[in-house]
């Protein structure tokens, strides 16, 4: 039996499937190590939609091989779909498997712990599965995947390539595993996808049809539900009026803007414009005063002028959000933006982003003041420090156990978090 460390890098879904792929793993008698300790095995989960997140791929590799010369790395995630012999030639890479092949990867990985053989029972396939799979943290939250890929075309989207078509499971498989997440001792459940909202490709049962069934047949022991990201277009009246009307699903809602410009929303190739963006916001709002909203914001895509960037400045300060996830536009070679003309300077990339993350900064001191004074549950995930139903991390000023949920008043027993933060909280 062998020593195998593992890593993630990127979304909730990569983590899930990682935390799947460790419990086989384990299940077959291997140990699972730290990253930074040595190993025989080293196992990375990759992510492709930036070339930093690639860059820091071949970072760790190295740091590996330096650390720990004669251990064998395999390298799966969305970075191995796309360019796999950009990392097969890397010394110390045994394997480098597809998506497609994750559900697999834990046979190969035995197989290489057993033989030391680079021979492995791995091909390349068309067909795309689905592989249910989640991830915890600390028994307090897990990740469920209940979705994957996107039948999108965003133009600067290298995402559906990745990750296939849109797909997903019949709600009696989503509820068979949230009920195993369950008898874990999980408090929270979040359920994630590549395109949540596009849940109920191919077998045609809505996403609603899922809510309601986790309602009605996941036990107490499970306090909360939460929905990751979603897109605007996709959340619906219906599903806002579900989560109003049943108190475990959590007033927290995370909306992909990337754009406050509509003519760069045209060219992003999104599904909704600003108009449509700023009601669902209203609806938000209009159900849960306190709600925390979330927003992905890309800055310097390709022919956004200073005009453009000044009108997405402009809608985020009026909107009254929560936080802001923002990021640098980076080119994806695959996709229709990589060849779009009149490309925006990498140091104003970055300039416009660190004035988004201000604003951002902003948001969060401004939702953290809303909810003073307010009633809160916290589920903690450290003795002094968890999350709120609207995703309000707190500090607790007596500590309790992990994984309790916790009353409070938010202000009294309970002091908002605002990393970042360097103006007056008081």
């Not at 070339?51 to 799966?76: D, F, G, M, N, S």
């Not at 990867?105 to 068309?126: G, M």
């Not at 490309?343 to 604003?359: G, H, M, Q, Y």
């Not at 009294?412 to 360097?422: L, S, T, V």
Request: one cysteine or more; hydrophobic letters at 40%; aromatic letters at 8%.
């Amino acid at each position: 039996m062998a020593r195998i460390a593992l890593h993630t890098l990127g979304c909730k879904l990569n983590f899930s499937e990682t935390a799947a792929l460790a419990r086989q793993l384990s299940a077959q008698g291997h140990t699972i190590t730290e990253w930074d300790v040595p190993a025989d095995i080293y196992v990375l989960n990759t992510c492709t939609v930036t070339h930093q997140a690639e860059r820091k791929a071949h970072k760790l590799i190295r740091q590996v091989r330096r650390r720990t010369p004669a251990a064998q790395v395999v390298v799966t995630g969305c970075y191995a779909q796309l360019r796999p012999e950009a990392l097969q030639k890397l010394e110390g890479v045994v394997l480098v498997a597809s998506n497609q092949e994750k559900p697999r990867l834990a046979e190969a990985i035995n197989a290489i712990a057993r033989q030391n053989s680079f021979e492995l029972p791995l091909e390349r396939e068309s067909k795309w599965d689905f592989w249910i799979t989640h991830s915890g943290e600390g028994r307090t939250r897990a990740f469920l995947k209940v979705q994957d890929g996107c039948d999108y075309k965003c133009s600067f989207c290298i995402v559906p390539q990745a990750r296939g078509p849109s797909r997903s499971l019949p709600p009696e498989k989503i509820i068979e595993e949230a009920l195993r997440i369950a008898e874990a001792g999980f408090k929270e459940i979040v359920l994630t996808g590549i395109n949540l909202g596009d849940y109920g490709k191919p077998h045609g049962v809505s996403f609603i049809k899922l809510l309601q069934g986790l309602e009605a047949q996941t036990p107490s022991s499970v306090a909360r539900f939460r929905l990751s990201s979603i897109e605007p277009n996709l959340l619906s009246d219906e599903l806002l009026d579900f989560v109003a009307a049943h108190t475990r699903w959590a007033p927290h809602f995370h909306l992909p803007l990337q754009s406050g410009s509509d003519r760069i929303l045209g060219l992003m190739r999104r599904r909704y414009r600003r108009k449509l963006y700023e009601k669902r916001i209203e609806a938000i709002l209009q159900r849960f005063p306190t709600a925390g909203i979330g927003v992905d914001v890309i800055v310097g895509f390709p022919g956004e002028t200073e005009k453009d960037f000044q009108e997405t400045k402009r809608f985020i300060a009026d909107l009254p959000v929560s936080y802001l996830h923002v990021f640098p536009y980076s080119e994806r070679p695959g996709t229709p933006a990589a060849n779009f003309s009149n490309p925006v300077p990498w140091p104003e990339r970055l300039r416009r982003s660190e004035v988004l993350r201000e604003i951002g900064l902003r948001k969060k001191y401004t939702f953290a003041q809303k909810c003073y004074n307010q009633p809160a549950e916290v589920l903690l995930e450290t003795p002094n420090e968890g999350l709120t139903a609207n995703y309000l991390r707190v500090h607790l000023k007596t500590p309790r156990l992990p994984g309790e949920l916790v009353p409070v008043i938010i202000g009294e027993e309970a002091k908002p978090i605002i990393q970042g933060w360097r103006g007056n909280e008081n």
